[in-house]
């Protein structure tokens, strides 16, 4: 998995928000399986119900449906909690483009609901998910935290305040924060049916179906694709970092960059199945080029990841092939 050897104090209560999401059920199912009690809050608007059905008869584990925006809730949720995992959020860069009020309420306020309400419950620490989107429009390769561009969406923007916050939490009221840059994270129980589904899911339904997919622009914009098990582990040792981590943002990635074009290719031949993609327009927003550099979470957070692109991506396929022709 290779957050195997990690382990916490018997009955460490965790708190994941979006927790019927994609990285969220996952989370919730490795801390179920290492024996911590796990508090689950989600408000259904992005997370499916099905993610979180096969943990509730688990006596570790409880569910709380609710919505990050109402403080109260927030409140309750951290309510004897050690540990937050805030994974809540409105995801999707096309989204946001067009509707950059709902992303203003929901990550923004959301998150510092979430973090207010951690410091009053005294939660020890905060790990929170920001995003390789704050790069914004910086062309340097690899990205490094501190050498950040101007966002390019409303949803960049959200994260970029989120992680001022987590600062802000950090330095002036003593809430332990770290936040966790995902780059294009991909695994078991992305939603492949959304209106703006992520990659690698929407594809592999689409071939599994015999339909074309759509590729927007010319396919050579590359990306740092990261499976579900590192970012598990991310969260996992973000814990347990020592002090001095906390109060920053790192990299979570693997540290190598496939284009779409590339990623397609691999897909077509793990599934045995050719056809040909169809090039559209590309999107407002979107970043061209994504690498990441992991020496700063390798270094304070002690941050190995064992699963490459290749390897994670046939765990993936696998996955999908099981589940979607059931």
Known sequence: MGYDTISFPERTNFLVTGAA?????????????????????????????????????????????????????????????????????????????????????????????????ARQAGVKRFIYASSSSVYGNSSKLPKIEGEEGAPLSPYALTKMVNEQYGKLYTEVYGLECIGLRYFNVFGRRQNPDSQYAAVIPKFIKALLAGKQVEIYGDGEQSRDFTYIDNVI????????????????????AYGESFTINQMYRVMCEHLQIHIEPKYVESRLGDIRHSLASISKARHFLSYSPIWNFRDGFLETINWYKANLQR
């Open 21 to 117: 999401g994609f990285i969220g059920s996952n989370l919730v199912e490795a801390l179920l399986r290492m024996g911590c009690k796990v508090r689950g809050l989600d408000n259904f608007a992005t997370g499916k119900k099905e993610n979180v059905a096969e943990f509730i008869n688990n006596p570790n584990y409880t569910f709380v449906e609710g919505d990050i925006r109402d403080f109260k809730t927030c409140l309750q949720a951290c309510d004897g909690i050690d540990y937050v995992l805030h994974q809540a959020a409105l995801g999707s860069v096309p989204r946001s483009m067009k509707e950059p009020l709902i992303y203003e309420d929901n990550n923004i306020k959301g998150t510092a609901n979430m973090m207010e309400a």
């Open 233 to 252: 582990e991310a969260n996992l040792k973000a814990c347990l970092a020592p002090k001095e981590a906390c109060g920053m943002s790192y990299n979570i």
